[in-house]
């Protein structure tokens, strides 16, 4: 009989949708010895999490997630709030034995996500932070190629993800989805928000990050604030730009923004080596592309009046997650990246071999996030500290 992995997740937004389908979905898809049990989603809104019992089908629902993390009928805690809410959270269900998987960014801050990842350590639960885009095929094909030598000797990586939802003054700040333009509840603007995926991306398939020098702006500099109904100044990052140094010896340019006309959830990376290149971008995730310089085995220059880059459609069942799905040539979402990443994890507990990122692993991505924003402040190059 399967064993049961009894699940309580925190949060009724975005996220809150975007498990909860993982979690109903990974016994269809995956061959994995567990059963995910949705048995508790707590919101502080309770008509919310009401709301999901009808949709989704959890046995209950709650609005103190104290209680939830108390409950002996859990096993996994599952973190989906807003940035502020993490820590506590994830402290409570450590120091309760429960499993814990957060959102990402793990934390406001280092001090914090250090906190956490203690917490989880000390605990000896199992835990995870769900920096899903490791988990589009493609992007894990990147991670296969650069590791089978493909790409040689690494220059640059490029890294952009561009949004436009925040250019109109009128757009308030606090509330949900909106507590992303409030520094007190996010940490940060689109460094934690959004660059931190770049970074956990970057240093997943390139190493880790050494030094940045960052340029931040705030455009709009006054808001008013959804929950108090006054005006208010606006202290996240609206936009940055910070140059970076991989102890591999190659040099990176990451930029993110709100404000790119047009540009919606615009999330690409390039990795440029002496025998090869890697792209991806999310807007044509079933694609990913690759220019071959050198042929691995014979190490003979690939490049002819033939060579181009090459669009991999990664759909085969060769590629990563996809023999789980369809037949080679249908594509998969992405909603398919959070089914792929509790996978994973529940592969991780079973196995004995933990998934990552973990929470240690995810501390690394923050020391980053926080040097940028340092570096943003003085004007200054900052050592990041990373050590992976
Ligand atoms: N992995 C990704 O690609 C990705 C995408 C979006 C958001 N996120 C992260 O997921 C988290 C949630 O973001 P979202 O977009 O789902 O937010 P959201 O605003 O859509 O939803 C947050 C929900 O949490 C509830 N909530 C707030 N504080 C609470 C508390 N203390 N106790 C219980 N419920 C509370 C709100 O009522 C709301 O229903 C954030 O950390 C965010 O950075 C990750």
């Given at each position: 009989?399967?064993k ?5 997740v ?10 909860s ?14 059963r ?58 450590a ?19 250090e906190?956490m ?11 995870m ?17 650069i ?17 436009d939802w925040t250019i ?15 520094l ?7 460094t ?12 997943w398939?390139n ?5 940045v020098v ?8 006054e808001?008013?604030?959804a ?52 792209y991806?971008?999310?807007e044509?995730?079933e694609?990913?592309q690759?220019f ?7 190490g ?18 060769e ?7 369809w037949?080679p ?8 990246t959070?089914l ?18 973990d929470?240690?692993?995810a ?12 570096s ?13």
């Amino acid at each position: 009989m399967a064993k049961e992995l009894r699940v309580g997740v925190v949060g009724c937004g975005f996220m809150g949708r975007a498990h909860s389908n993982a979690y109903r979905r990974l016994n269809n898809f995956f061959p994995v010895e567990h059963r995910a049990v949705l048995k508790v989603i707590c919101d502080s809104e309770l008509a919310k999490a009401r709301k999901f019992v009808e949709v989704w089908g959890y046995e209950r629902a709650e609005s103190d997630w104290r209680e939830m993390v108390e409950a002996p009928d859990i096993d996994l805690v599952d973190i989906c709030v807003p940035n502020i809410a993490h820590r506590d959270i994830a402290l409570a269900a450590a120091a309760n034995g429960k499993m814990v998987c957060c959102e990402k960014p793990l934390a406001m801050n280092v001090a914090q996500a250090e906190e956490m990842a203690a917490a989880v350590e000390k605990a000896g639960v199992a835990n995870m932070v769900w920096f899903n885009y490791r988990r589009v095929p493609s992007i894990a094909l990147a991670k296969q190629i650069i590791d089978e030598g493909r790409i040689g000797r690494p220059f640059h990586y490029r890294a952009t993800y561009l949004q436009d939802w925040t250019i109109s003054p009128d757009v308030p700040q606090g509330g949900d989805a909106l507590w992303r333009l409030d520094l007190s509840v996010a940490g940060s603007g689109v460094t934690g928000d959004l660059l931190a995926h770049s970074i956990d991306t970057a240093m997943w398939l390139n190493g880790p990050i050494t030094r940045v020098v960052a340029k931040t702006e705030t455009f709009v500099k006054e808001r008013v604030h959804a929950v108090s109904g006054k005006v208010q100044p606006v202290g996240i990052d609206d936009a940055c730009m910070f140059l970076a140094e991989f102890s591999n010896g190659s040099m990176g340019t990451f930029e993110s923004t709100r404000y790119a006309r047009g540009r919606k959830n615009f999330n690409t990376l390039e990795l440029n080596g002496a025998g090869g290149s890697v792209y991806f971008d999310l807007e044509e995730p079933e694609y990913l592309q690759f220019f071959e310089y050198q042929q691995l085995q014979s190490g003979k220059k690939a490049e002819s009046h033939l060579t181009g880059w090459r669009k991999i459609h990664t759909t085969n069942s060769e590629h990563p997650y996809m023999k789980h799905y369809w037949v080679p040539g249908t594509c998969i979402g992405y909603e398919h990246t959070f089914l792929n990443a509790l996978a994973d994890f529940v592969m991780g507990i079973e196995s004995g071999q933990p998934t990552q990122p973990d929470f240690r692993n995810a501390v690394e991505t923050q020391k980053v996030c926080d040097a940028v924003i340092e570096s943003a402040r003085t004007g200054q190059w900052v050592a990041t500290g990373v050590k992976l």
